[in-house]
């Protein structure tokens, strides 16, 4: 009897645990060395200094808000979250922001991590690293846009290796299979759910035609257009984006109907065939990712719930303490 009730619990922590009803627990996702209170003693206004800094941006443009999180993305997904990417290219060393797909990444992400390192050296220089002021303006622009706010864990070092040979095939592409993309974030140490709960960060953003391009032309030899595309959406992306003219500057929202808010709107845009790039689309037609796909267009607080606890994950990707790293003083150069 005892024993039928208990695997009852557990079968029904583990059903509420799936759909995101349990609170999650910071702790349960740590990596080895990073802490809450790491600059308590050394730079105990780190949060307030970046904040400021932070707010500041995004009053001058709000497009720092997705730019930032697609930076903070990519820069974990490749050598761990260090601020590879922020590293400038010199003369003998081709930097990770340089590879083909970093072509993209958007000026207004870099410029605010630049800009809140600078305002740290002012006031504790040498303390704290970029990967760490990467983490926390993210967490900080998020939040002003409608995300939750999560504690961020600290005490990373900045990597000493930025190539951009490394990119490819670590950075998902937005042509590639579910069971594609599946593959590369477990290869990265996150879940299916994770994954799913990550690419609503599509929720705020921009992409550029040629990002969905092969969607609304030519789409194969029996449709034209994606036919899992929403048919009026299609037509107004075929405007924005012409066929043989369209302009390489032009960017759309990634979610079409609340382009702003941090909500779960890219969700219920994918059931209705809104969604923008067919990697996003994909998630809601495939067997694997489709119930958590509904689950968070059902339930905003699901998607949130879900998405903070991906979030700390991805910060705790490949992430370097001790001699792994250093601190660097400027975060576009190694110290040495
Ligand atoms: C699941 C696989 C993913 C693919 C294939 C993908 C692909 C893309 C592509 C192609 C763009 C448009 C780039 C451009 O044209 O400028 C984009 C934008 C963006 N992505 Fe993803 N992405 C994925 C997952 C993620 C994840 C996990 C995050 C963060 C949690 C993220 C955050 C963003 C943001 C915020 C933007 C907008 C950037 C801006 O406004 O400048 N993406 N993504
Ligand atoms: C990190 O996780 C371990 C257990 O995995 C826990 O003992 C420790 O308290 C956590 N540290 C922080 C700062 O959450
Ligand atoms: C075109 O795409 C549709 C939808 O993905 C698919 O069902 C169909 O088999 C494809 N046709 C060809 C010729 O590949
Ligand atoms: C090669 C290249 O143009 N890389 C770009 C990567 O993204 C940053 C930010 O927009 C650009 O400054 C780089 O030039």
């Known amino acids: 009897m005892a024993k039928v009730s208990f695997s009852l619990l557990f079968a029904l922590y583990f059903l509420f645990l799936q759909w995101g009803l349990v609170p999650y627990t910071a702790t349960a996702y740590n990596a080895s060395g990073l802490s809450y209170d790491f600059y308590e003693k050394s730079c105990p206004n780190v949060e307030r200094i970046i904040h400021n800094v932070v707010s500041q941006k995004l009053t001058e443009a709000f497009s720092t808000a997705g730019g930032a999180l697609r930076i903070f993305f990519h820069d974990c997904f490749v050598e761990g979250c260090d601020a590879s990417v922020l590293i400038a290219s010199s003369k003998t060393n081709k930097a990770e922001r340089d590879a083909e797909i970093n072509l993209s990444l958007p000026g207004d992400g870099y410029e605010v991590f630049f800009r809140a390192k ?42 000493l290796v930025s190539k951009a040979s490394r990119v490819t095939g670590n950075i998902p592409e937005p042509t590639q299979t579910v069971s594609e993309l599946i593959s590369l974030f477990k290869s990265k140490g996150l879940s299916v759910l994770d994954m799913v709960a990550l690419s609503g960060g599509h929720t705020i953003g921009f992409s550029h035609c040629d990002q969905f391009m092969s969607r ?49 709107a890219y969700y219920t845009n994918l059931q209705k065939g809104l969604g923008l790039l067919s990697s996003d689309q994909i998630l809601a037609l495939d067997p694997t990712t489709q119930g958590y796909v509904n689950s968070m267009a059902e339930n905003q607080q699901v998607f949130f719930r879900h998405f903070v606890r991906a979030m700390i994950k991805l910060g705790e990707i490949g992430v370097k303490t001790g001699s792994n790293g250093e601190i660097r003083q400027d975060c576009g150069v190694f110290n040495s």
Do not use: H
């Open 118 to 159: 600078r305002a740290l050296e002012l006031q504790c220089p040498g303390i704290v690293s970029c990967t760490d002021v990467m983490a926390i303006a993210t967490r900080d622009l998020l939040n002003l846009v409608g995300a939750p706010r999560w504690e961020v864990l600290k005490g990373r070092k900045d990597g």
């Open 216 to 264: 609304i032309y030519s789409f194969n030899e029996t449709f034209d257009i994606d036919p899992t595309m929403d048919k009026d959406y299609a037509q107004m992306l075929q405007e924005s984006c012409p066929e043989k003219t369209f302009d390489r500057n032009i960017v759309l929202p990634n979610d079409v109907s609340t382009p702003q808010a941090f909500d779960n």
